[in-house]
């Protein structure tokens, strides 16, 4: 097979000795625009899982590779005159031109033709081989070329960086500097690379970086800043730049790129032409080497280069879409930094650590189980205010709003249930409630109740506007309290738009087939085509909402409620006040989000004069409607929570969607945590975070990270009452209260979680 690889660095030079070894006899041939011992890059960081592919794939180069790299186990964080060091994180890395080398000489030892200094304006030229690896880097001129056919997809990110190298040594760990500066805050990502050199990326937001005029400086200038900024890091040692070929700064913004497609006829992108990943995960070049063994097992492997190209592109897209999520989440977490810069030390550094989601708390104590013990213990103490002897994990510790202490930071979610009568919760309530609270949650709550018979969903909810209805709850209230340490939240709401619909095995949010009431809602719009047309709500609605509101929240008290919710989430009505997406008024009531906010907040002032003062008040949201540049969207859920904490809210419990049929979720693992995050950083309120949270590790990581406050699992709790008791076993916590009766169940598994441990040698 007759081979042109366009582009000579890591992918095409290690494409075609993949190749090479697999079949002697193919015709390989690469061409590189620079001369052999040119490059413009510092340091390449690689993982031992990527150095073990490479030597099943070609010992020879994989081992001279290894005998050139650097060695590291532990990340530094530099912040606020503290060092927080954390071990275990097992990180190597190679001169970028030292590999090149390697790679270089392998190719012409095994008779693979490269041809340096020649620049490849076409891919025509090569047409005519049997197959044309385009790896011709991120500025890839054949992608550009058949642009209509790959539909690359390129992201442009916020934040200015420059790649500098330094002798200065930081082979004792990966490091991270953050410097405040009259200018704004810059940081630092530095690693050994060899025995002399190490790699020294300096970023920093725009904004920054034009109050520093670095736009205006020369590479030399911009140097002599850098190195005056990170003076005592440097050790009198200088900063050096290899990109002064380039024209213009030497600054750049990290391009994202993914195409839609990877290959056309006989032609297959690869590496930056294909797909980039940022290079604070350090993963770019494994893609690439990864990469180029793929597709060499596929050629071979496969009975066409048609099916070669297929498996190669949907086995390797699910890897690259991985990477690129985590690098998603690790570049917004530096874009975003001085969100966390009130942190302390050591949430800064544990955020740090996690931001890509690629590392969790349990894989923190795998790496460095004595850091991240202190770590716990300092959660607890800024938590509880006293010094533990023992760390116990963060899901664990107490939280304190007001005059409710709860046990542990675990939350049973609000999820309809659809089985009262008359709004009258049943013995089916009874059995749902209590048995999640035995089950060791420190906060459950109930389902959204109605304040009126019209404000129901449908007409299995639950309401709490009569005598019967506050009977039935406070018999719940009472048992929780009589014999578990949890506490019980009441979620008060009106369905709006949103009500006399189905039940939810039935058709969701459907209206009922027979027997509709009247509903209202801030403007005369339906849910949906096939819903009933609600009434635009007058002002003397909007006092009788208000006032059964306020009943409502009466009864409740009595009732002996611990926490009481108002629902402005999810397209109910008060969401729909909220949302331009359903509020179309054009009174003091529509128009500007503070107008919108004016009769929800009206709501919320009403019914916290009668609830009394040692007890907390949280508000659902849905920061972001999911319909792009037209309904409520992070920015805006800020400025929401920042009225709201203003208003007395105790907690904001952050949700998103459900508001319009038009929404486009993105779903996934903690998918709603950012919001969360964002409110409780930006505006500085406590949160609970909710949205695909079912692991204890997930739990522990959004909590230690300063993610949210409390973390409320909806469907775990559905399949196990009893998920808190169970997650407490699994982790080894003893200190978790269970009930009497149910003891002789933990010793058993205390029991045979240690006797896994024995069998695994898990430790």
Known sequence: MRVACLGGGPAGLYFAISMKVRNPDHEIVVIERNRPYDTFGWGVVLSDETLDNLARNDA?????IRANFSYWDDVAVHYRDTVIRSGGHGFCGIGRRKLLNILQDRAAALGIEVQFETEIDSVEPYRDYDLVIACDGINSKTRKTFEDVFKPDIDTRACKFIWLGTKQKFDGAFTFIFEETEHGWIW???YQFDSETATFIVECSEQTWKN??????TTDETIATCEKVFEKYLGGHSLMSNARHLRGSAWLNFNRV?????????????GDAAATAHFSIGSGTKLALESAIALADMVHSEPSLKDAFARYEADRRLEVLRLQSAARNSTEWFEEVERYLHLDPTQFAYSLLTRSQRISHENLRARDAKWLAEAEKWFEKSATGKAPETARPPMFV???????????RVVVSPMAQYKAVDGVPTDWHFTHYTSRALGGAGLVYTEMTCVSPEGRITPGCPGLYSDDQEAAWKRIVDFVHQESPAKIALQ????????????????MDAPLKDGN????SPTAQPWSSKNQTPKAMTRADMDMVRDQFVAAAERGNRAGFDLLELHFAHGYLLSAFITPLTNQREDDYGGSLENRMRFPLEIFHAVRKVWPDDKPMSVRISA?????GEGIGPDDAVEIAGMLKEAGVDIIDVSAGQTSKRAQPVYGRMFQTPFSDRIRNEAGIATMAVGNIYEPDHLNSILMAGRADLCCLARPHLADPYWTLHAAADLGYDMQDWPAPYQPGRDQLTRLAARQDVMTGKV
């Open 258 to 270: 993914l195409c839609e497609t990877w290959s056309h006829e006989n032609i297959v992108l690869m």
């Open 398 to 408: 107490p939280f304190r709003l007001r005059g409710m202490e709860l046990m542990n």
């Open 60 to 64: 020879e180069s994989a081992a001279d």
């Open 517 to 520: 009431w009247e509903i209202l």
């Open 624 to 628: 972001n409607d999911w319909v792009e």
């Open 212 to 217: 520093f005029g670095f736009d205006t400086m």
């Open 492 to 507: 008060l709401g009106h369905s709006g738009p949103k009500g006399s619909t189905q039940v939810g095995w039935e058709e």
């Open 188 to 190: 630092v990502h530095a």
